[in-house]
């Protein structure tokens, strides 16, 4: 008889999970589960379904070299879900409890949150303790202030795990956050950007690329090239490679963007974080030890992990189930085909559509400032931008994948997350990248057949919604230009923007 039967989920994979914490390997079993629900929920991209798989498999594979008691079942012999495989499971093995660490999205929460009815066996779900900022603690500071800056939440961290602290208390460097030396553009003649690194897929990636592309085949995005890490070994590799290749400008260039330079200075850790190849404490600590690179890269690349990937965490757990059912801006307009496709004339969203097709990758400003930008003043509906965000990137789990969405760049949420909408025009995107210079479209043209359609529908943006959003401090300039607008030129604007949405 088994003792704990202990649940480890696809993005648990790590030796440190706290399940696994106080384990009894003669006398407790692990469980692992590939099931098609959590496969078919989602249209999700090829990669990250090689991604996933592929990484679960290795791990279990460590596990048993480690030996522990494991059983994994693959998705073609597994029921439909977590419960129903492990309603099977149970039966086998009749454990005394179950265990498990915190799943990461609200749904998984309450599917294992109904376990202990179902299968009437204890459940204990544990902390997940590879986070820096628990969920009460993330809760006791939200409820305790009225807006929720991420800038205090950030210093907050820094001062309670003393990172880029000095001697007296203060910030190394004298400042709390480098942002502005984060935006430069990419100049002309930039030396050659090294390519993440690139993990050839072994025996065990080679045969879930052959189950997967047999099966689910229509799901979005190219299965291969396959070149992602699947093992903590060859992450901590990319994390090396990251440092060695590229930390040194990410800061700088962390908002530029360049036709064909899919990654530029990123450091393409998002996936292995997110599924636990990597531990967020040991990608800090390794980045900190280069004191010799520059302020603003180091300390922008922390503000990444500790400040913004912690603060969107706390914010999910904060306000879920509420925070996904709110449409602030009223949007209504269906998702375009395009962003499935990438069969549009607007070079820019052409270019980042087929980039996320190719790699399941989009660095966060052509997430943010091309695809985000577009459905914010376009006005698309926010449930069917989060499902596309959802499905098309190897690091998207709802978690964090929902506050960036919903709230950072849809303001759906009505500025909980974001203090303004990040809309901006073509003006914007042809400062900070070269998309446009390849353009069918032309930039600087802003009424009429030729005009960029993010010109217009910058404005239109505003004019519909100048309501819900006229008394936001930081939106003065924009409504003050409205205010001197003519109604023609606000004709021409709402005129254009019609056209422009019907060929969509
Ligand atoms: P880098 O630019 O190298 O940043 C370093 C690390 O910081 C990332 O690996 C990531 O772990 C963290 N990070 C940076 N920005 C954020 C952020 N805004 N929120 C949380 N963590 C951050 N990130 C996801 O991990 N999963 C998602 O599903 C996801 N969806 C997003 C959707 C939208 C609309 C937007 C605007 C952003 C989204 N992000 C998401 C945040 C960010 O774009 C990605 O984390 C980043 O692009 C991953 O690439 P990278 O590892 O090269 O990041
Ligand atoms: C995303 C995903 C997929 C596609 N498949 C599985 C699976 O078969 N088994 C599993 O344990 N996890 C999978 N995941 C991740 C889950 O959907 C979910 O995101 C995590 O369990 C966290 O809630
Ligand atoms: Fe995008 Fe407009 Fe530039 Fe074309 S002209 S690439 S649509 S911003």
């Not at 098609?36 to 990250?48: C, G, L, M, V």
């Not at 992450?235 to 090396?240: F, M, V, Y």
């Not at 306000?319 to 085909?337: E, H, I, W």
Request: proline share 4%.
């Amino acid at each position: 008889m088994v003792r704990d039967l202990i649940i480890i989920l696809g993005d648990q994979l790590s030796l440190e999970i706290s399940s696994l914490e106080k384990i009894r390997k003669n006398e407790d079993k692990i469980l692992m589960m590939e099931v098609s629900n959590e496969i078919e929920y989602a249209n999700h991209h090829k990669k990250k379904l090689v991604l996933i798989f592929s990484a679960m498999r290795h791990f279990a594979d460590e596990l048993k070299k480690n030996k522990f008691d494991i059983t994994y079942v693959e998705f073609d012999k597994s029921k439909e879900n977590f419960t129903k495989e492990l309603e099977q499971q149970c039966k086998k093995f009749n454990p005394k409890s179950i265990k498990i660490t915190h799943p990461s999205e609200y749904r998984v929460l309450d599917e294992v949150k109904k376990w202990e009815k179902i299968l009437g066996i204890p459940v204990t779900i544990l902390e997940d303790s590879r986070f820096f900022c628990k969920i009460d603690e993330f809760s006791d500071w939200a409820n305790s202030r009225k807006e929720l800056k991420m800038e205090l939440f950030y210093q907050k961290m820094r001062k309670k795990y003393n990172i880029l602290i000095d001697n007296d208390g203060k910030p190394i460097g004298g400042k709390w956050n480098y942002d502005i030396k984060n935006r430069k553009r990419l100049p002309k003649n930039y030396s050659k950007i090294p390519n993440p690194l690139v993990c050839k897929p072994d025996k065990i990636t080679k045969r879930v690329i052959s189950q997967l592309g047999k099966k689910y085949a229509k799901h979005f995005g190219d299965l291969e090239p396959f070149w992602f890490a699947t093992t903590k070994e060859d992450a901590i590799k990319s994390l090396e490679d990251f440092i060695k290749n590229r930390l040194e400008f990410f800061g700088p260039y962390e908002d530029a963007m360049k036709e064909n330079e899919k990654f530029l200075y990123h450091s393409v850790l998002s996936i292995y974080l997110n599924v636990g190849l990597l531990n967020p404490r040991d990608v800090i600590q390794k980045v900190l030890q280069n004191k010799d690179l520059p302020i603003e890269s180091i300390e922008g690349f922390v503000r990444q992990i500790l400040g913004w990937r912690e603060y969107v965490r706390g914010i999910y757990w904060h306000y879920m189930p509420k925070y996904s059912q709110t449409n602030f801006l009223n949007a209504k307009n269906k998702l375009p085909d395009f962003y499935w496709t990438g069969k549009t004339k607007m070079n820019c969203m052409k270019s980042c559509i087929d980039q996320t097709k190719q790699e399941a990758y989009a660095h966060h400003i052509q997430r943010l400032m091309i695809t985000g930008n577009f459905a914010l003043i376009a006005g698309i509906n926010p449930k069917q931008v989060c499902n596309w965000y959802l499905s098309v990137y190897a690091d998207a789990f709802e978690w964090v994948e929902l506050p960036n969405t919903h709230g950072m760049v849809l303001y759906a949420d009505g500025g909980i997350l974001g203090s303004k909408p990040y809309a901006a025009s073509g003006n914007y995107i042809n400062k900070m990248s070269d998309y446009c210079k390849n353009c069918e479209y032309d930039v600087k043209i802003k009424n009429g057949k030729n005009a960029c359609p993010f010109n217009y529908l910058y404005w239109n943006f505003f004019l519909k919604n100048q309501e819900r959003l006229k008394k936001n401090p930081r939106l003065w300039t924009a409504f003050s230009n409205i205010k001197n607008m003519s109604e023609e030129r606000k004709n021409q604007i709402e005129n254009d923007s019609k056209e422009f949405m019907k060929t969509i």
